[in-house]
């Protein structure tokens, strides 16, 4: 059973932008801090930024005044706002719910979608 999926990615050059969307049931979304991490064959998975169910944030300095992470509860779904982009911002990115990695509410990790950025 999909609990939540994302979507957004692409292939963008580097200087542009993409939104990501992470839709989730209401029942598992509403309530919850959620966050967005990312993963790439030479690295391991990486927080990339957090929002609590207040709508406070919090971003890894990597992506600082680049990305923006928002929510809409109404519609449970979580966006990243990416501007700006690297080709260090290469990587498939996934949602979770929690706000730290090692959070006691992440679930199964979903399936993730790929952002590959052009130089």
């Known amino acids: 059973q999909v609990q939540f999926v994302e979507t957004g990615g692409g292939l963008v050059q580097s200087g542009g932008s993409l939104t990501l969307s992470c839709e989730a049931s209401?029942?598992?979304?509403?309530?919850?801090?959620w966050a967005w991490y990312r993963q790439s064959p030479r690295n391991q998975r990486e927080l990339v930024a957090s929002?609590?169910?207040?709508?406070?944030?919090n971003y890894a300095d990597s992506v600082k005044g680049r990305f923006t992470i928002s929510r809409d509860n109404a519609k449970n779904t979580m966006y990243l706002q990416m501007n700006s982009l690297k080709p260090e911002d290469t990587a498939v990115y996934y949602c979770?719910?929690?706000?730290?990695?090692?959070?006691?509410?992440?679930?199964?990790w979903g399936q993730g979608t790929q952002v590959t950025v052009s130089s």
């Open positions: 979770n719910r929690g706000i730290t990695p090692d959070s006691p509410f992440a679930l199964s």
């Open positions: 929002i609590t169910y207040g709508h406070v944030t």
């Open positions: 209401g029942s598992i979304f509403n309530g919850f801090g």
